[in-house]
């Protein structure tokens, strides 16, 4: 008897690890946003290469070392043995988004990085989480002596002060200020791993979006509607994008859908006649 299968399509794979929020994995899930750059990507070498660097950090502690020592370890080891770090010079290179490209030049924007420094930490015991912060993705650590907020970019503490003066300039820009002024641990609270991924992606979709790179756009638009199947503004972006590259039977689908669960949203009407204009196109 011959026993045949049919590997999944990065698709496909992608779509079975962010179907269920219990025990989602983050770093393997975040690792595969890079197939559609990197199709020979091979992400269980990627997990192993981690697991090595893990390694190599647990044997330069000891078996009892505190939760304050390890966190010191992995500091000295990440930003300074290692020498991972934000890329100042290049900031927008969609690279900074693919964790092979940012394992191979130890360079990253905050969310990539901390998803990194996350996974070596948790294999460390220590109790960490993600923390979308406005315009900087952040990290934290519950320590016994309480919570440290922590730059994933350099791995600096941040006061109640440095976090409240980070935040201060999105306050202004969204008028959450004086009367409307939301207090600062709304904005420290854990973030889940679906939501990371998301940024994540949403990250590279204004990249794509910016540069009118919409074979890259839609490609990241598959991964969002598979990620989070009710943001129905996805679908339309999907939509979009699909229009920009011809797919007019594609985009029709994706339009209705939106305009199907979205009647109060603002765009309706645009959407409405953009959905129009490709219905007489594809005829």
């Not at 690279?95 to 490209?101: G, I, M, T, V």
Request: with cysteine.
């Amino acid at each position: 008897m011959v026993l045949s299968y049919t590997l999944p399509t990065p698709l496909e794979y992608f779509a079975a690890l962010v179907q269920s929020d219990d025990q989602f994995p983050l770093l393997e899930a975040a690792a595969c946003i890079a197939h559609d750059e990197y199709p020979e990507l091979d992400v269980q070498q990627l997990l192993g290469d981690i697991d090595q660097l893990l390694a190599r950090l647990r044997r330069r502690l000891p078996e009892e070392a505190s939760s304050l020592q390890r966190l010191r370890s992995l500091n000295q080891f990440f930003f300074h043995d290692l020498g991972f770090g934000g890329n100042v010079n290049n900031y927008y290179d969609p690279d900074n988004s693919y964790l092979n490209a940012v394992l191979r030049t130890r360079r990253g924007i905050p969310i990539s990085l901390a998803v990194l420094w996350m996974e070596l930490a948790q294999g460390l015991g220590l109790h960490v989480r993600g923390i979308s912060f406005p315009g900087h993705f952040m990290v934290k650590v519950l320590l016994p002596r309480g919570q440290v907020v922590l730059d994933p970019t350099t791995g600096q503490s941040l006061s109640r002060e440095d976090l409240a003066e980070r935040l201060e300039p999105f306050r202004r820009r969204s008028g959450l200020v004086d009367d409307f002024e939301v207090p600062l641990g709304l904005y420290l609270q854990a973030s889940p791993a679906r939501e990371v991924i998301a940024r994540m992606l949403r990250n590279l979709k204004e990249i794509h979006r910016s540069q009118q790179d919409w074979e890259r756009l839609a490609a990241v638009q598959e991964r969002l509607v598979l990620l989070l199947p009710d943001a129905w503004g996805e679908w339309r972006d999907r939509g979009l994008a699909r229009a920009e590259l011809g797919d007019a039977d594609g985009a029709v689908s994706d339009l209705e859908t939106y305009l199907a669960h979205a009647e109060d949203a603002l765009d309706v009407g645009d959407i409405a006649a953009r959905l129009e204009q490709l219905r007489r196109a594809s005829h």
